[in-house]
């Protein structure tokens, strides 16, 4: 069975703190790694990640993805209290229209 | 242009019930998947679906769950009698005629069902 296993679970840090969250996976067939955002309601994207060893960076936020290990992890620098959220983690199978989701990290970032 | 419209936000159903979930894909989008948020958990897919067809539904329960997307009006996530374990948050995505990627899957808000 295809699986995506996030950690950690949950985590809290200070406003500042620098995070790192992980996503591992077991698929049959991989295609692309994909990470969102959940705040209140619905997912947003932030970054899909297709090749090894690629840095996809958008403001302080950056991910990499390794096809070797099946690992990714989405890093966050200088956290705000606005980078509270849940952190979802996807990867779409070859052949497959569907997302494969982790259970997500809630992240807090206390002032 | 609108992104995907989900309703109702919320939804309160008595067991044994039906519960119907409406979802308007993005203008354009012709591609619509339906996903399951349990507490605490990650999305489970449910079921993809393009105009009149459903393509995928190898993650909907085999019972008292179905899905429609009519030519025309919003794609209908259907839960006839509803039990406890239904209550979750459904959410409902779309993704462009042309190719499906699932970058482009934007999500709706979700409905919230609630089963009393």
């Known amino acids: 069975e295809d699986k995506v296993v996030q950690s950690p679970l949950s985590l809290v840090v200070h406003e500042g703190d620098t995070v790192t969250l992980n996503c591992s996976y077991e698929v049959t067939n991989f295609r692309s790694l994909l990470w969102y955002k959940q705040e209140k309601k619905a997912p947003t994207f932030l970054f899909m990640l297709?090749?090894?060893?690629i840095e996809k960076k958008s403001g302080r936020l950056s991910s990499i993805l390794d096809k070797k290990e099946l690992f990714s992890i989405l890093n966050i620098t200088a956290t705000q209290t606005g980078d509270s959220a849940v952190y979802l983690c996807?990867?779409?199978?070859?052949?497959?229209?569907?997302?494969?989701f982790g259970q997500g990290t809630r992240l807090t970032i206390n002032p | 242009n609108a992104g995907v419209m989900q309703n109702p936000r919320h939804l309160v159903r008595r067991r044994g019930q039906e519960a119907r979930l409406r979802c308007s894909p993005m203008k354009g989008h012709s591609h619509v998947y339906w996903y399951r948020q349990l507490p605490e958990e990650g999305l489970k897919f449910m079921v993809y679906?393009?105009?009149?067809?459903?393509?995928?539904e190898s993650g909907m329960p085999k019972e008292r769950f179905s899905a429609e997307f009519p030519k025309e009006g919003p794609s209908i996530l259907r839960i006839q009698q509803v039990v406890r374990g239904d209550s979750a948050a459904y959410f409902c995505a779309s993704s462009p005629d042309t190719d499906l990627r699932n970058t482009e899957a934007f999500f709706g808000q979700g409905t919230r069902l609630t089963v009393v």
């Open positions: 297709t090749s090894s060893g």
């Open positions: 679906l393009q105009k009149e067809n459903i393509i995928d």
């Open positions: 996807a990867v779409i199978i070859q052949g497959a229209q569907k997302l494969v």
